[in-house]
């Protein structure tokens, strides 16, 4: 069975430019989350995205934003780039609503260099 | 707010040796505790507390959580060299957090051959 699997791989940006970075959550899971990872920090929360709509959203600015679709694949956007946005940027998935419930998984994640 | 402090932050051991990793947190409407191993990037799962005394195991890996003292601790015996990573703990709450893991800055495990 596949796992969670992030597009693309590695992002080099602009500063100014938006990005935009794809997640496929594990077949039957409908709850989505978005984390971030910048370099010598913790994972924080971004998103959390469950049945479509958007359910938590983290301590970000609004140029942070994203969609679930209706086969619960999810997209995150960051507009107006900023060097700060660097990091790693990691997708989870899990079968119920809501981390905690039940187990998440994550996927590779995406490197996002803006320069 | 909510806070979780892992410790110690590093650890380096010799394969063979039995380490333990701590976890306390401070959490608003707590729901459970997750942890996890993360070796490159993906972090992978390793176990999910929700109540407290029951100690959860997995191979040389075993887990408890003590929702009284608000901590849990990870074990793992006879260490490998595969055990080098970064473990993550990670409380979920409801609330106005309600599907949000919020993650400790984790521990970096180290075992020497």
């Known amino acids: 069975e596949a796992g969670v699997t992030q597009s693309p791989t590695h992002l080099i940006k602009t500063r100014g430019q938006q990005a935009t970075l794809r997640c496929s959550p594990i077949?039957?899971?409908?709850?989505v989350y978005w984390y971030q990872q910048a370099l010598g920090l913790g994972l924080q929360f971004l998103l959390w995205?469950?049945?479509?709509?958007?359910?938590n959203r983290g301590n970000f600015p609004p140029r942070f934003s994203g969609r679930q679709f209706p086969n619960y694949s999810s997209e995150l956007n960051v507009n107006a780039l900023e060097l700060e946005d660097s990091a790693l940027y990691l997708c989870?998935?899990?079968?119920?609503?809501?981390?905690?419930?039940?187990?998440?998984?994550f996927g590779q994640g995406t490197r996002l260099t803006v320069v | 707010e909510d806070k979780v402090v892992q410790s110690p932050l590093s650890l380096v051991v010799h394969e063979g040796d039995t380490v333990t990793l701590n976890c306390s947190y401070e959490?608003?409407?707590?729901?459970?505790l997750l942890w996890y191993k993360q070796e490159k990037k993906a972090p992978t799962f390793l176990f999910m507390l929700t109540s407290s005394g029951i100690e959860k195991k997995s191979g040389r890996l075993s887990s408890i959580l003590d929702k009284k003292e608000l901590f849990s601790i990870l074990n793992i015996t006879a260490t490998q060299t595969g055990d080098s990573a970064v473990y993550l703990c990670?409380?979920?709450?409801?609330?106005?957090?309600?599907?949000?893991?919020?993650f400790g800055q984790g521990t970096i495990l180290t075992v020497h051959p």
């Open positions: 990670a409380p979920a709450a409801g609330g106005t957090s309600y599907g949000k893991l919020t």
């Open positions: 077949s039957g899971h409908t709850s």
């Open positions: 959490v608003t409407n707590f729901r459970s």
């Open positions: 995205y469950d049945e479509g709509e958007e359910r």
């Open positions: 989870a998935s899990s079968l119920y609503r809501g981390a905690g419930n039940t187990e998440a998984f």
